[in-house]
């Protein structure tokens, strides 16, 4: 899997859609299953070795705790509800069949309700921004901490560009094949 989606696709009429939305489960999703657990697991160490002498870690904790669940639900019902209803969107409009054979009318609510839940994350990771300093280990980590703090930065990134392919790029492209295209 590339590390880039070439948007340069993505004109009109828009029918790399669908490939955009299986590049970021591919990308975006996978990675964040992979490493959620990894980090759950690493602030539980560094929680056990060097918690008690740094009173944020424990914050730390419960704020990615959160944020990792709060995704797993999220990318699940972009998997199983949005995902699949755009890509026959796609395949309705490549075939010039006019109205896509999905369980809801239009695409705008489930995309809404999905950028709200975008925005929740991004306050989470905010959060966490702040109670880390900007992923700055404490003097008092030690290697493996300091490992896990890089994974959380790595994780804001990939959280930050993951969340900029959908909220700006495959939503507002779905609705507009949605309303435009018939
Ligand atoms: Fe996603
Ligand atoms: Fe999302």
């Not at 995704?71 to 972009?78: F, G, I, N, P, Y």
């Not at 109205?99 to 709200?116: C, D, G, K, N, V």
């Not at 966490?128 to 896990?148: F, I, K, M, S």
Request: aromatic share 8%.
């Amino acid at each position: 899997m590339s590390d880039t989606f070439d948007l340069t696709r993505l004109g009109p009429p828009h029918f790399a859609l669908d490939e955009l939305a299986d590049y970021i489960v591919d990308r975006h999703h996978r990675y964040v299953q992979g490493a959620s657990p990894a980090i759950r697991q690493a602030l539980s160490l560094a929680v056990d070795h060097w918690g008690a002498a740094h009173a944020p870690l424990l914050a730390v904790q419960a704020l990615f705790d959160e944020l990792a669940d709060e995704l797993d639900s999220h990318m699940a019902k972009e998997e199983h509800i949005l995902f699949p209803a755009i890509r026959d969107l796609v395949e309705a409009r490549r075939r010039h069949r006019p109205s896509m054979p999905a369980a809801f009318a239009t695409l705008l609510y489930p995309i809404r309700a999905m950028e709200s839940e975008h925005a929740r994350a991004r306050q989470l990771v905010a959060e966490l921004q702040r109670e880390t300093e900007h992923y700055a280990a404490p003097p008092v980590a030690d290697d493996a901490g300091r490992d896990c703090y890089r994974q959380l930065a790595r994780f804001d990134a990939d959280l930050d560009t993951h969340i900029h392919l959908e909220n700006d790029i495959l939503f507002p492209k779905a609705l507009d094949l949605e309303q435009h295209a018939a």
